[in-house]
């Protein structure tokens, strides 16, 4: 009986050691998202810019200073599509590392 008792403790502590493990591996693939959304003609700011990683359910809405910033999001490949009133939507593919990212997109006016 106590043999029984004693693995059922060491099979309770090495499921949580590993549950603490995964939860460490996944903060570790997590990345964030932030930058800009510029004129590249003026270098000015455009506000209300809206960005979608494709395939997810992710988005993000530019200020009046042209920032954006997305929350955790798992790091990897992704393609981001940006939309602007009078300008062609972009589509440009990035890859997102663990930690912080940070970047610049430009748009040019017109269709």
């Known amino acids: 009986m106590l043999q029984h008792v004693a693995f059922f403790i060491m099979a309770i502590a090495l499921f949580a050691m590993s549950a603490f493990t995964v939860e460490q591996a996944v903060d570790e693939e997590t990345a964030t998202l932030s930058g800009i959304v510029v004129d590249v003609d003026s270098d000015e700011p455009i506000p209300n810019a809206t960005l979608v990683l494709v395939g997810t359910d992710y988005s ?4 009046t200073d042209g920032t954006f910033e ?3 999001i798992s790091a ?8 602007a009133d009078g300008y062609p939507e972009k589509v440009r593919n990035i890859v997102l590392e663990a ?3 940070e ?3 430009e748009l040019q006016a017109g269709y």
Do not use: M, R, S
């Not at 990897?76 to 939309?83: I, K, Q, R, S, T």
């Open 76 to 83: 990897g490949e992704y393609e981001l599509a940006v939309e």
């Open 103 to 105: 970047i610049e997109l």
């Open 99 to 101: 930690g912080h990212n």
């Open 70 to 72: 997305f929350g955790e």
């Open 60 to 63: 993000a809405e530019t200020g």
